[in-house]
């Protein structure tokens, strides 16, 4: 075996710890919460079937690897609730630590790439990186939408918050945000989320 495929089989193997981070959101049936993987291929999937309500004309492929690498880092430092105020003062410095680690882990071509590519979704700046940002947050509020605002409640996280939290989906989407919002409208009027 070559060098770079050993190299890059190792990398695929260090990865499958995705699977043992998990979050916040609950899958739709609410037996237990989904972990890193399982968000990250429903994210990948999402952009694929929702690509037509982006902004702007996007790079599906690249759209999909962004979904496919954007939680890597979460392997080193762990998943930072997005209502988590203390946990998300140093979340940009945990992550880019793990970034470095990680995407170092490969031939170091596809290691620049593969951290080039986490880089730029972080920041939101290009076409891809803001869809990509809108459906990495839709995706876990549709699955507080469908499971009555379960993990919401637990938190005590408000319409106002989510709102405020969830604003950055507009900036990839407005079809998706405009949606989001009246579906989020629903759950307060229904009581399954609080206003304030």
Known sequence: MSG????????????????????????????????????????????????????????????????????????????????????????????????????????????????ALWVEFEAKETAEAKFAGAIDRLQPFLHNIHTDGRAWGEHGISAKQIRERNGVIENGSEDLWAYAVSLLDEAVAKGQVAAE
């Open 4 to 115: 770079r495929l050993h190299t890059q089989i190792g990398f695929l193997l260090e990865i499958d710890k995705l699977k043992q981070i998990f979050r916040q959101t609950y899958l739709l049936d609410e037996t237990r919460k989904e972990n890193d993987a399982e968000h990250s291929w429903h994210f990948a999937m999402y952009a694929v079937l929702l690509a037509e309500y982006a902004n702007e004309k996007v790079d599906l492929l690249k759209v999909v690897k962004m979904a496919l690498i954007h939680d890597l880092v979460e392997i080193d430092a762990g998943d930072t609730f997005l209502y988590d105020e203390v946990g998300n003062a140093d979340k940009a410095e945990r992550e880019e630590k793990a970034a470095e680690r990680i995407f170092g882990l490969l031939p170091p071509d596809v290691g620049e790439e593969l951290h």
